[in-house]
């Protein structure tokens, strides 16, 4: 099994659509963390949550709504999406987020998202 | 805001050749770590090296190494012997919750 895992990894969707991105780590870890990838823009974090419960949400619209049921699976539901959402989301785990400079995230393969 | 500044856009090696590309950051913070991750065209955002800022000797992987200045606050990375796999996106983190990403450099190795 890799690392971290992540489905689909293409979606196209239009803005009226519901859908939701997977992401599963197979590495014991107890932190799991989405964030957004925009053409020539740094990648911005969206969500941390550790141990199922979220400690972070860096101002993200509410049409993005994440979902963590065990420190294995993390969700993101997206609904009534713009254009400018269109990006590769990528999914990220790390040991914990104690903020100690060893917490090494592994990362997804990403989901690039379309949004017509 | 804490920043990560990656001044070259992109960048072009021959194979073979060793290759250094810049990272500098900002932080007031006495302890944090640096990251360097590879991206490929497929998007997956794959682990390279860690230096913490306490580490006296500079972190090695592999061909990848880090030229670790930490009165400049900055943390090069370096690849040795060039290959055209390792053609892709460089991107320089510093974690102390979150990690913060600089835009990257794209590597282009030429055969």
């Known amino acids: 099994e890799t690392g971290v895992t992540q489905t689909p990894r293409h979606l196209v969707m239009g803005m009226t659509n519901k859908k939701s991105l997977k992401c599963e780590q197979h590495l014991g870890h107890n932190a799991m963390y989405w964030y957004k990838q925009s053409a020539k823009k740094p990648l911005e974090l969206m969500f941390v949550?550790?141990?199922?419960?979220?400690?972070e949400n860096n101002s993200v619209p509410s049409r993005f709504s994440p979902e963590c049921p065990n420190s294995s699976h993390l969700f993101l539901h997206l609904h009534t999406l713009q254009p400018e959402d269109s990006a590769l989301y990528l999914c990220?785990?790390?040991?914990?987020?104690?903020?100690?400079?060893?917490?090494?995230?592994?990362f997804g393969p990403g989901t690039r998202l379309t949004v017509l | 805001a804490q920043k990560i500044t990656q001044t070259q856009p992109g960048m072009f090696v021959q194979e073979k050749e060793a290759v250094t590309l810049d990272c500098t950051y900002d932080?007031?913070?006495?302890?944090?770590?640096l990251f360097w991750y590879k991206q490929p065209s497929s998007g997956e955002m794959i682990f390279l090296i860690y230096?913490?800022?306490?580490?006296?000797q500079n972190a090695t992987e592999g061909r990848y190494s880090l030229n670790f200045q930490k009165a400049r606050k900055s943390a090069n990375l370096v690849i040795s012997a060039s290959q055209l796999g390792d053609s892709a996106m460089y991107f320089c983190a510093r974690l102390n919750t979150p990690l913060v990403f600089g835009k990257g450099t794209r590597l282009s190795v030429i055969a």
């Open positions: 990220a785990s790390s040991p914990q987020t104690s903020g100690h400079s060893t917490d090494t995230q592994y």
């Open positions: 949550y550790s141990l199922e419960e979220r400690v």
């Open positions: 932080t007031s913070d006495q302890s944090y770590g």
């Open positions: 230096q913490g800022s306490y580490d006296e």
